[in-house]
Each structure stands twice: as C-alpha cells, then as structure tokens.
C-alpha cells in the first residue's frame, strides 16, 4: 500500500479540494482508499454523481450514471450518462446501451438517492455491469444500504472490507485477484 504522504502528496498536487468530499459526497477516506486500491488514470463507474464526481475526475476517467439533469455536467472532465429514473431505478435501456461500450476497475454505488427509488436497482440489474471489479457501496451506515451491500457480498461470495469515517460508512466488496495476491 501506498504510504500516505505519497496520497496526501497527490492530492495537493492534482488540486484535490477536500471540502467537496462528505456529507452526501464520497468521503475523503473513500476517497484515500481508492487513492490506494486503482492506480491514477483506471476507470471507475459511479452510479449517481455529484461534488465527488469533480475530485475523483481529477485522477481517474469517470463514467457517471445520472438521473438528475442538475448534476450532469459539474465537471468536463467526466463522462455522464443522463438516465432518468423509469420504474424506480435508472432506464435500463439507456445503461444497456452504454455500458457494453465501456470498461471500468470500480464501480461505487451512490445512487439514485432514497427518495428516488433507492440502489436496490443495482442488485436488479446486475447482469448490466462487469462485476470481476472492486464494488464500493458508499452510505452502509442507512440500514437499505447495508442490506444492499452484505446482499451484494453474499451473491458475489467475495471477501469485504467496511470502513466508517465520520457520521457514515462505506463498504468495499474487494475484486477477487487482490485477495489472492494480498493474503
């Protein structure tokens, strides 16, 4: 692992602005432990976008599911994907289309938000994404989100890691090969 003055190093030098992170935002350690996990230019998939979205576009290709046209857009350094909600997730044919033309090391669940429909829809639809990748479930700390991620855990029978920062928590279903190569 990377020492974290190398991060901290990094951080300053990309611009990183921490005061985007929290609260409804990725969280900074989040943020360090993906800083830790994908090397800077990897891809991640983030399913719901927002002030996280602009930092981590910083030091990796972002591809962001959005159901909110107010937070497409917040940085041209990501690519959004503009998918209104349709039956209480994001529209199914929208992702189908776009996600069989990208690749991704890391998909963070993050949306849509509860009052939307909540991201049980990712479990619904998981035969819509490449699961072989580190899956983050940030807001572990909300009982519905928990439930997604030990579910998600359970179905995909691979080893996990929860980290709490502040007032929430995220949980980290780590990709099969680092496992093996990190025991």
């Given at each position: 692992?990377?020492?974290?003055?190398d991060?901290e190093?990094?951080?300053?030098?990309?611009?990183?602005?921490?005061?985007?992170?929290?609260?409804w935002?990725?969280?900074?350690?989040?943020?360090?432990?993906?800083?830790?996990i994908?090397?800077?230019?990897?891809?991640?998939?983030e399913?719901?976008?927002?002030s996280g979205?602009?930092e981590?576009?910083?030091?990796?290709?972002?591809?962001?599911?959005?159901?909110?046209?107010?937070?497409?857009?917040?940085?041209?350094?990501?690519?959004?994907?503009?998918?209104p909600l349709?039956?209480?997730?994001?529209?199914?044919?929208?992702?189908?289309?776009?996600?069989?033309?990208?690749?991704?090391?890391a998909?963070?669940?993050?949306?849509?938000?509860?009052?939307?429909?909540?991201r049980?829809?990712?479990i619904?639809?998981?035969?819509?994404f490449?699961?072989?990748v580190?899956i983050?479930?940030?807001d572990?700390?909300?009982?519905?989100?928990?439930?997604?991620?030990?579910?998600?855990?359970?179905?995909?029978?691979?080893?996990t890691?929860?980290?709490?920062?502040?007032?929430?928590s995220?949980?980290?279903?780590c990709?099969?090969?680092w496992?093996?190569?990190?025991?």
């Open positions: 692992m990377k020492d974290i003055t991060v190093k990094k951080i300053k030098n990309k611009g990183i602005n921490l005061n985007n992170l929290g609260f935002a990725i969280g900074i350690r989040l943020f360090h432990f993906l800083t830790q994908l090397p800077e230019g990897s891809s991640i998939l399913i719901g976008s927002g979205t602009v981590l576009s910083k030091l990796y290709r972002v591809y962001s599911i959005e159901n909110n046209v107010e937070y497409v857009g917040l940085t041209n350094k990501a690519t959004y994907i503009y998918a349709k039956d209480g997730w994001y529209d199914v044919g929208i992702l189908r289309d776009v996600l069989k033309e990208i690749t991704y090391e998909i963070i669940v993050d949306g849509p938000s509860q009052a939307a429909g909540g049980k829809g990712f619904d639809n998981i035969d819509l490449d699961v072989g580190w983050i479930v940030d572990i700390n909300r009982p519905c989100d928990l439930h997604i991620y030990k579910t998600l855990a359970e179905m995909l029978n691979r080893k890691v929860e980290i709490k920062e502040c007032d929430k995220f949980g980290v279903i990709k099969n090969d496992i093996s190569s990190n025991t």
